[in-house]
């Protein structure tokens, strides 16, 4: 607006200085509203850019070059073991399988050494004989009494049913490279012919594993009905290539137990299809997807490990103090809940769970007044960002946030799940995805049983030659 529009409207009178006035008004309330809007999709805008493995649920595959800060917090120990740590190195033995002499026999004045007692040193070499396949031939007889004519006819073992089989450790060995040590199949040929010199086909390994499949029913069957009743399990999903499309990898598991299962979809009817969770009523940890909560016959525990990253996320993007008070308290209950543990408590004393409590609402009330929901101007509805949300979820899921602190059985986070279910998607990055479904449920059994015999302390090789003889190993954990 110019000078003499100005001097114009003053000089028309009251009335129109008054109109102006309210014109400007309007303007710049319309400008205040554009400006806030703005800012907030600059806000969005940023904070998707901003987002890595630390502060969101994005890999850590997809933060590239740049290192993201690490939640941990620095202990000020140096780097490497520990004073007082057991260290581990290549120790000699007492009795070695050979020995090699290198003693001098004859000194150059022309006397004999071989009997002369000296000094010894020793160094020890430790190595592996060169592996070669041997084969056993199984002859059965039939032979015919001179006398009275009887027929004696003798059968092969039970385990013997072709011409011509590999043996149970090698069938073994094909399992484990290929659902143990992830590695595809054209690799895992390649590296059976180098070690045992013997050429295999890329069918044959893939008929061993369906063989194993057969024989670890039992075993499915029996981790599933021990995870049914079982007080805490974890869950978790991630998306799995199969068939030419993108599929579901379910697991359940405990510290004794693993389960996978590859299903077509992700919520519901994928845990109803698979029959853990329906029949379950112990506590359920997660990671918030909301289908585990229409399962209401189980209690239900949040993942902090993921809401501190949401928390993080929610006060570097959108600079809300609240996020960081609540990301204290939770690692403070924590930290307390451990040294009760530690102390041998097994429960958190009710005046001081009430204390936290109260905090944690108090929290929950200061975010609610720190930045309000925005209103569209357009719909009338409420614009809420990722942190709104997260504040929205922590108010309605308070309980199941703050389970690890009402029963000390229920962990702080489902890092376990997480660490289950990462080595079968490092399987997919090795060897790519499955061609067809049945290849997937093979593989998913067969790991299922790796896992669990891992966990309660079975060697992997020796448990799957147990497997191919058809006595494989079940846990027993309750």
């Known amino acids: 607006m110019d000078e003499a529009k100005i001097i114009k409207t003053y000089n028309d009178g009251m009335n129109a200085v008054v109109s102006l006035v309210k014109d400007l008004n309007g303007q710049i309330s319309s400008l205040v509203v554009q400006v806030n809007t703005l800012n907030n999709r600059i806000t969005e805008l940023e904070s ?6 630390s502060n969101s649920s994005k890999p850590p595959s997809s933060d590239g070059l740049k290192k993201p800060k690490n939640m941990r917090e620095k202990t000020g120990k140096s780097t490497g073991g520990q004073p007082g740590h057991e260290g581990r190195t290549l120790n000699k033995v007492e009795n070695p399988d050979a020995t090699v002499n290198i003693k001098p026999q004859q000194c150059e004045c022309g006397c004999c050494l071989s009997d002369i007692e000296g000094t010894t040193r020793t160094r020890q070499v430790v190595e592996i004989p060169v592996i070669r396949v041997t084969v056993t031939e199984y002859k059965a007889h039939e032979l015919v009494c001179p006398i009275c004519k009887k027929v004696h006819k003798t059968e092969f073992p039970e385990t013997v049913t072709q011409p011509v089989q590999y043996g149970e450790n090698i069938q073994a060995l094909m399992a484990y490279l290929t659902n143990y040590q992830l590695l595809p199949l054209e690799r895992a040929v390649e590296i059976i012919s180098d070690i045992i010199g013997q050429s295999v086909s890329e069918g044959t390994i893939v008929n061993v594993n369906n063989r194993l499949y057969n024989k670890l029913d039992e075993v499915e069957s029996s981790i599933k009905q021990q995870l049914i009743e079982s007080s805490v399990v974890h869950f978790d999903e991630t998306g799995m290539r199969c068939n030419g499309k993108t599929q579901w990898l379910h697991s359940a598991s405990t510290e004794q137990l693993t389960h996978y299962e590859v299903h077509e979809k992700r919520g ?3 845990a109803k299809d698979i029959g853990i969770l329906p029949e379950f009523d112990g506590t359920a940890c997660h990671d918030h997807w909301t289908p585990y909560y229409t399962f209401e016959n189980c209690s239900h525990s949040e993942c902090n490990a993921h809401n501190l990253r949401n928390l993080r996320g929610a006060y570097e993007d959108y600079k809300h103090q609240w996020a960081e008070a609540m990301a204290s308290l939770l690692i403070e209950i924590k930290r307390r809940v451990d040294i009760l543990k530690a102390q041998g408590q097994a429960s ?3 005046q001081e769970i009430s204390k936290y409590e109260a905090i944690f609402k108090d929290i929950i009330a200061k975010g609610k007044l720190e930045q309000p929901v925005p209103v569209s101007e357009k719909t009338g509805k409420l ?39 990462r080595m079968v998607k490092l399987r997919q990055k090795i060897s790519g995805c499955f061609r067809g479904k049945e290849g997937s449920k093979v593989f998913c059994r067969i790991r299922s049983y790796i896992s669990t015999c891992r966990k309660n302390s079975q060697k992997v090789m020796e448990s799957l030659v147990k497997a191919v003889k058809g006595e494989p190993f079940i846990p027993q954990t309750l």
């Not at 309605?396 to 702080?412: A, R, V």
């Open 348 to 350: 958190m004393e009710t």
């Open 48 to 53: 998707k850019l901003n987002k890595n493995s």
């Open 268 to 270: 519901a009817k994928a």
């Open 383 to 421: 614009k809420k960002n990722a942190a709104h949300r997260l504040l929205a979820r922590l108010e309605k899921y308070d309980i199941e946030t703050l389970s690890f602190m009402y029963d000390f059985d229920i962990p702080f986070d489902n890092n376990l799940a997480e660490r289950d279910i």
